[in-house]
């Protein structure tokens, strides 16, 4: 079982910066898919960024590519997400997902993901 927690979410303002983070426990973090996905009100769950565990190579949504870094720390079994430039449209509630065994074909697919953390909430506004 794995469990996820983020943090680091909360009120900004537009252009600036936010970091968060997502602490994994329970079982190894090999050969698995990390993934940040948001959902805002009325709104299906969209992906945002992932992350091969093993490799570290990163995938981006075209609308936050530039702007937003995925990262991961192997030693401390934690993954973040450094957000910058913010703008209005980018609230919502922000989750951490992780896909063990996860192919790379299906790496933005929210529905191939196993476990969630429960989210945090971003608010980027004046």
């Known amino acids: 079982q794995l469990v996820l927690v983020e943090s680091g979410g909360g009120l900004v303002q537009p252009g600036g910066s936010l970091r968060l983070s997502c602490a994994a426990s329970g079982r190894t973090l090999s050969n698995v898919d990390m993934g940040w996905f948001r959902q805002a009100p009325g709104k299906e769950r969209e992906f945002v960024a992932a992350i091969r565990w093993g490799s570290g190579h990163t995938y981006y949504a075209d609308s936050v590519r530039g702007r937003l870094t995925i990262s991961r720390d192997k030693a401390k079994n934690t993954m973040s997400l450094q957000m910058n430039s913010l703008k209005p449209e980018d609230t919502a509630v922000y989750y951490c997902?992780?896909?063990?065994?996860?192919?790379?074909?299906?790496?933005?697919?929210?529905?191939?993901?196993?476990?969630w953390g429960r989210g945090t909430q971003v608010t980027v506004s004046s």
């Open positions: 997902a992780a896909n063990p065994g996860g192919i790379l074909s299906t790496i933005r697919t929210p529905s191939e993901y196993d476990y």
